[in-house]
């Protein structure tokens, strides 16, 4: 069976595309159409997977939208209702864009891809959130647990999933929900906007401002919170504001408690004590809430294996303290754990609900995006005026790109599929040496263009890796492949990862597997015998504020704007750059949507 | 001249879109007012909690419902 799943309306539209229960193509609308957290029907990544499965839209089985929209829409009534008379101004916008819109999914489906109605399918968004997890993990039998803004009503839901292979029997089910609008997603994106951060992209810069302040704001931060022994807790909502105000989702009593917001874009906010305090205050709580949830999870089921998922299972540093104290033997988290990786869910579920005979699969790599054909590579190149070289295989290639980054060069990489989820996991990253503190305000602000205070993330043979970090689990396990939590860089070995080391002494590291990275762990050991660190600098291959970049053109497209010394696309070769690079670098537009990050 | 009529169908379409929004935005806040103003201030006479503020006094999780899972994926809503 050809199941497409489809995510979109919201932020990170994507397309994934399962055949026979096995994902054969997946990616978000943003790397091809080029607009940051693209939320409209991702078209071109639905192309892309029909492309490179060889199909049409008429070979499709069935196309699976990421959750329930009616439902979806009862909970925004009811929230409308019972925030009257203080939410006309979010019932007016949101009813405008699900007027527009977001009533007529399975209607723009069945335009755009000429599928008949009853081919549409919907799949409720924490389960489709739970099946990116369970049914992408290694596990037969597992606890589920998927946490994240708001679905359509639940924010968090505890669930098991079972399967036996082909014709065996297959069971994922949803225990328990947290409901709206007690969230901690919420919680943590109103913190978020607080400190003056966009919405569902600035969580990450919370979670890296954290380690520069200290928790004294956790006690007020735990006032808002009304918890249970069970793990599950209520958000008092004298605090926010985003359950009756498109624009603000605080109150002027958090401002009161926290002090001033910082404006968006105003000042370095880790020279600000008070803001690096209240975000490490609430790192710190998000992740007592996280724990409390996985631990939960894991008395409700009895399994000793859980699957994690949803926008919260991005926070690296909550899931390394879940790997070491929720009481889990193995822990498997959806790369893509945020509502693109729904797409892919939704396709997974269907395909076991519809089809008996559905493949045991098992995500060991992220690499589900496109590829493009060394002639594109070479062609990009030329058209932009770079003199480069064809390397002779891929030992030279890493050979010469090692001695490039070990001489103090930042590398733009670009090889073979890009990568499901928002880490750059060595398909399409920017490189430096890792060794040298120097090299993080070199990467931040002439390569990237973003805020000084961010760090770097270290990818290391996955062999060494614990002799250099210590991880909060054996170096193989897939969070650390998928650079999906922090570890501590071990203290003797700090001076030699100074790039990669945040101020906390934690670093969120990629365990790079020579099975399923061949070519990048080759690169990483190149690394090893010059400098005697097995290990890169890796940071995604983009600008402040931009998508990845996808093809090789993008590629050179972000060279070209940036302070970057070398390119490595595929075999090829860059290491100069032409005094008037042609094409000129266009300017990607960045998302100008209003945020609609509170789910309505 | 076709150029010159280009941008008047363009300016009359975006005008055209300004206008509706300007209308929908209207209608909406009379909606808002007229029928969710009633319901909302009966649902408070009853005492009803849709948002679930005053639940449980022990637990914030809700049972989840498990249709077989074909059927699950159907219907929108
Ligand atoms: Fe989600």
Redesign the interface.
């Known amino acids: 069976m050809n199941i497409l799943g489809v995510s979109f309306d919201y932020h990170d539209a994507a397309a994934a595309l399962v055949v026979d229960g096995v994902p054969v193509a997946a990616a978000p609308e943003e790397r091809f159409s080029r607009l940051k957290h693209d939320r409209r029907l991702p078209a071109r990544s639905i192309a892309f997977c029909l492309e490179r499965a060889g199909l049409t839209a008429g070979d499709l089985d069935a196309v699976v939208f990421y959750e329930k929209p009616f439902r979806k829409l009862t909970r925004i009534l009811a929230g409308a209702v019972s925030t009257f008379p203080s939410s006309g101004a979010l019932f007016r916008r949101a009813m405008g864009a699900w007027i527009d819109e977001r009533l007529w999914v399975g209607p723009r489906l069945e335009a755009a891809l000429g599928v008949a109605p009853e081919k549409i399918l919907y799949c409720e968004h924490h389960l489709s959130h739970a099946a990116s997890a369970f049914l992408c993990s290694p596990f037969d039998d597992a606890a589920t647990l998927t946490v994240d803004g708001v679905g359509e009503w639940a924010t968090a839901a505890i669930g098991r999933g079972r399967r036996a292979g082909p014709g065996g029997p297959f069971d994922l089910s949803l225990d328990v929900e947290l409901r709206y609008p007690h969230s901690l997603g919420l919680l943590y994106s109103a913190f978020t906007a607080y400190l003056g951060f966009e919405v569902n992209e600035g969580e990450y810069k919370v979670m890296g401002l954290a380690p520069y302040g200290a928790p004294r704001y956790a006690g007020a931060i735990r006032a808002m919170i009304e918890p249970f022994a069970d793990g599950s807790f209520r958000l008092d909502l004298g605090w926010f504001a985003f359950h009756r105000d498109p624009a603000r989702s605080f109150s002027k009593k958090f401002e009161d408690a926290f002090g001033p917001a910082r404006a968006p874009g105003s000042g370095d906010p880790a020279a600000d004590q008070r803001l690096c305090d209240v975000a490490a205050s609430v790192q710190l709580v998000c992740e007592e809430l996280m724990l409390g949830l996985a631990r939960e999870a894991r008395r409700r089921t009895g399994s000793p294996r859980l699957c994690l998922a949803g926008g919260v299972a991005l926070n690296a540093v909550s899931n390394e303290r879940l790997l070491r104290e929720a009481g889990f033997d193995s822990v498997w988290i959806q790369p893509a754990g945020g509502d693109a990786g729904g797409a892919l869910g939704a396709a997974l579920y269907a395909a076991h609900a519809l089809e008996k005979t559905a493949s045991r699969y098992e995500m060991k790599g992220a690499d589900l995006g496109a590829e493009h054909p060394a002639a594109s590579a070479s062609e990009a190149l030329k058209a932009a005026g770079l003199a480069f070289v064809e390397t002779r295989g891929e030992d030279d290639l890493c050979e010469r790109v090692s001695g490039l980054l070990a001489g103090g060069k930042v590398v733009g990489w670009h090889q073979g599929r890009s990568e499901w989820g928002p880490r750059a996991l060595g398909q399409r990253s920017i490189l430096a040496d890792p060794r040298a503190a120097g090299m993080k305000d070199t990467v931040n602000a002439k390569i990237k263009f973003r805020e000084l205070y961010r760090p770097f993330a270290p990818s290391i043979c996955a062999a060494a890796a614990a002799d250099w970090f210590d991880l909060a689990g054996p170096p193989a396990a897939q969070p650390y492949r998928f650079m999906l939590a922090t570890a501590r860089t071990r203290e003797d070995r700090r001076g030699r990862l100074a790039a990669v080391t945040h101020v906390d002494g934690s670093s969120r590291v990629q365990a790079v597997d020579p099975a399923q990275s061949p070519l990048f762990h080759r690169l990483a050991d190149a690394m090893g015998r010059v400098t005697g660190v097995p290990a890169v600098l890796n940071t995604s291959f983009n600008l402040k504020g931009e998508p990845i970049v996808e093809t090789p053109a993008d590629a050179v497209a972000t060279f070209l704007a940036s302070g970057m010394d070398a390119l490595a696309i595929g075999p090829f070769l860059a290491t100069s750059r032409p005094e008037n690079p042609s094409p000129r670098r266009q300017t990607w537009e960045s998302s100008t949507t209003p945020p609609d990050a509170w789910g309505w | 001249m076709r150029a010159i009529l280009a941008d008047a169908r363009r300016r009359l379409l975006a005008g055209a879109v300004r206008v509706a929004?300007a209308l929908?935005?209207v209608l909406?806040?009379v909606?808002?007012?007229l029928v969710?103003?009633p319901?909302?201030?009966t649902?408070r006479v009853l005492g009803v909690?849709?948002?679930?503020?005053r639940?449980a006094p022990?637990?914030?999780?809700?049972?989840?419902e498990?249709p077989d899972?074909?059927s699950?994926?159907?219907?929108?809503?």
């Open positions: 929004a929908g935005a909406l806040t909606v808002y007012w969710l103003g319901v909302a201030l649902l909690d849709l948002l679930g503020v639940g022990s637990t914030a999780w809700t049972p989840a498990n899972p074909k699950r994926l159907e219907g929108a809503g």
